[in-house]
C-alpha cells in the first residue's frame, strides 16, 4: 500500500476551546453498572468535530463499557447520554449508527478470504436492476471503494486482494475509510495499535489524523499515552471507572499524561514506602504533590 507522506490525580481541566462551539456527543455524569458492580460511574466527556479525543487507561479502567455507552451496545445506567444536545438512550449499535457513531474494533468485522471491496461494503452492498432479480453492482461498488480509499490517502494495487493479506495497519485503514464513507461523524476506534508494530502504527495514527481532517470527531481509545500525545486534541484517563483527568493538550505534557497512565499518583504515595524496599529505584518517581497541583502547558516534545 502506498501512501501520500504529507498530571494531576483527580483534577478535571477546563476543556480546550474546540474548533466547533457545539459536541457531538456529550456524557455527563455518565455511568454503567451490572447488578451492584458499578463500572463506570461520574464520567464527563466532549467529542467535538475535527477534534481528537483519547481515552486512555489500564485493563479494567472502564475503556471497553464507556465503548460499549456510546456505540449503543449497552445503556448507561446514570448520568446523561447526550447526541446533538439531545438526550439519547440507544437500544443497539444500529441506533448509535444512525446518529452517525461509528465503532471501528480491534477484531475489524471484516471476511479475512474475501476481497477488499467486498469488505468495504459488507452489509451494505450496492445493487441493480429490478427486483426480484436485483444484483450486486461489483464495478461500482469497486469504484467506489478505490475512490474512498483514495481520498483518505489510501492507494491499493490490487482490490481483488483478500483483505487478509494486507497488514494489520492497512485493515485499520481500510476500516476507517469505510466508516467515512458511511456517514460517520464519531468515530471509536478501540485500540487500533494495541497489537501493531512500530511503522503500522504510524500509519494508522496518520490516518486518525486524517479522519479528523474530514471533519469528524474521533474517539482513540488506546493505553500508549505516546500514540495519543501524536494525535490528540484532549486526553481523557480513566482509573477504577472514574475520570481521573480531562484536560487538552495545551494543559498536560506527555510526562505528565504518562504518569497518570501509568499509575504516577498511586506510585507518588508509595513512594516513601518503596524507598525501603531493596532494589527498587524511586529516582524517577514523581512527587505526590506534583501530581495534584495543576497542570501546566508544556510545549510538545519536551518534558
Not at 477534534?51 to 456505540?71: E, F, Q, R, W, Y
Request: with cysteine; net charge negative.
Amino acid at each position: 500500500m502506498a501512501t501520500n507522506e504529507s498530571g494531576t490525580a483527580g483534577a478535571v481541566l477546563k476543556d480546550a476551546p474546540a474548533k466547533d462551539s457545539a459536541p457531538i456527543v456529550e456524557l455527563r455524569g455518565a455511568g454503567k453498572a451490572y447488578g451492584n458492580i458499578r463500572a463506570l460511574h461520574g464520567v464527563d466527556l466532549k467529542v467535538f468535530p475535527q477534534n481528537v479525543t483519547c481515552v486512555l487507561g489500564d485493563n479494567g479502567a472502564g475503556k471497553s463499557t464507556l465503548i460499549k455507552i456510546i456505540s449503543g451496545l449497552h445503556q448507561h445506567t446514570e448520568g446523561e447520554f447526550l447526541v446533538d444536545g439531545e438526550g439519547v438512550h440507544f437500544s443497539t449499535p444500529r441506533q448509535a449508527l444512525d446518529r452517525g457513531i461509528a465503532t471501528v474494533y480491534q477484531d475489524l468485522a471484516t471476511v479475512p478470504l474475501m476481497p477488499v471491496w467486498r469488505n468495504f461494503f459488507l452489509g451494505s452492498e450496492m445493487t441493480r436492476g429490478p427486483w426480484p432479480v436485483r444484483r450486486l453492482d461489483i464495478e461500482r461498488m469497486k469504484k467506489t471503494a478505490d475512490e474512498e480509499l483514495r481520498n483518505m490517502g489510501i492507494v491499493l494495487d490490487d482490490l481483488e486482494q483478500p483483505i487478509g493479506t494486507l497488514s494489520g495497519g492497512q485493515r485499520q485503514c481500510v476500516a476507517i475509510a469505510r466508516a467515512v464513507y458511511f456517514g460517520a461523524r464519531v468515530l471509536i476506534l478501540d485500540e487500533p495499535t494495541a497489537a501493531l508494530g512500530v511503522k503500522q502504527s504510524g500509519v494508522v495514527l496518520k490516518y486518525i489524523a486524517a479522519a479528523r481532517d474530514r471533519g469528524l470527531g474521533v474517539i482513540f481509545i488506546t493505553h500508549n499515552p505516546h500514540h495519543a500525545y501524536m494525535v490528540g486534541d484532549h486526553f481523557s484517563v480513566l482509573r477504577l471507572g472514574t475520570m481521573e483527568l480531562s484536560a487538552s493538550r495545551e494543559q498536560v505534557s506527555l510526562e505528565e499524561l504518562t504518569n497518570h497512565m501509568a499509575g504516577g499518583a498511586e506510585l507518588a504515595a508509595l513512594k516513601h514506602e518503596l524507598a525501603q524496599v531493596s532494589g527498587v529505584d524511586v529516582e524517577e518517581l514523581p512527587e505526590e504533590k506534583d501530581l495534584t497541583a495543576p497542570v501546566a502547558a508544556t510545549p510538545e516534545g519536551k518534558s
